[in-house]
């Protein structure tokens, strides 16, 4: 299976200041139809977890244009550009290239 | 609105049986593919289980094949999970979790998830 590694584990940020989560696969996440499949997931303390980004960059109909992503390969990288209190959860990558699909141990974003 | 209503969790014990429902509304259910996604308390999210649109493709994760069985029913807008030979880390909140369109991208539709606890 595809490892997801994601760094860090804990991230206590101040509010509204950027935050960067970032995301390694064990293998190229780049899938025969040249599409790659990295997603971003948030999940609020005592929610559902929530898409937030689909195919490395593209964000769910809305999700704050405060929340990006980015990267190719194996190295993808979520960005806040100024956290809300709102986005205190942990938040999931997950690959869908490789079956089966794999998410990273996730990130407690938290403020300080 | 997408909803998905999870229901059937509880407490069982080890070795035993519990069948998850999952009902679906808001959307042409027969026309998307589903997942099983569970978290155990304080872990992580882990996939375990995906069937296509007309059942004709199903797949388990390792941890969990040959004792689950994913199923649909497209006339009731259901799906559901039959857990056999439950194990102790069998204990987590399921998901039932609706794909965008392709399994890829994820699931962009989750229910609330229902509590399953396997202890004696």
């Known amino acids: 299976d595809v490892v997801m590694t994601q760094s860090p584990l804990s991230l206590p940020v101040t509010l509204g200041q950027p935050a960067s989560i970032s995301c390694r696969s064990s293998?190229?996440?780049?899938?025969?139809?040249?599409?790659?499949?990295l997603n971003w997931f948030q999940q609020r303390p005592g929610q559902s977890p929530r898409r937030l980004i689909y195919?490395?960059?593209n964000r769910d109909s809305g999700v704050p244009d405060r929340f990006s992503g980015s990267g190719s390969g194996t190295d993808f990288t979520l960005k806040i550009s100024r956290v809300e209190a709102e986005d205190v959860g942990i938040y999931y990558c997950?690959?869908?290239?490789?079956?089966?699909?794999?998410f990273g141990q996730g990130t407690k974003v938290e403020i300080k | 609105e997408v909803q998905l209503v999870e229901s059937g969790g509880g407490l069982v014990q080890p070795g035993g049986s519990l069948r998850l429902s999952c009902a679906a509304s808001?959307?042409?259910?027969?026309?998307?593919?589903m997942n099983w996604v569970r978290q155990a308390p304080g872990k992580g999210l882990e996939w375990i289980s995906y069937?296509?649109?007309?059942?004709?493709?199903?797949y388990y994760a390792d941890s969990v094949k040959g004792r689950f069985t994913i199923s649909r029913d497209n006339a009731k807008n259901s799906l559901y999970l039959q857990m056999t030979s439950l194990r102790a880390d069998d204990t987590a909140v399921y998901y039932c979790?609706?794909?965008?369109?392709?399994?890829?991208?994820?699931?962009?539709?989750w229910g609330q998830g229902t509590l399953v606890t396997v202890s004696s």
């Open positions: 808001g959307f042409t259910f027969g026309s998307y593919s």
């Open positions: 293998q190229s996440l780049v899938y025969s139809d040249g599409n790659t499949y």
């Open positions: 195919k490395v960059s």
């Open positions: 069937i296509s649109s007309s059942s004709s493709t199903i």
């Open positions: 997950m690959q869908g290239t490789h079956w089966p699909q794999t």
């Open positions: 979790a609706r794909d965008s369109g392709t399994a890829r991208t994820g699931s962009n539709y």
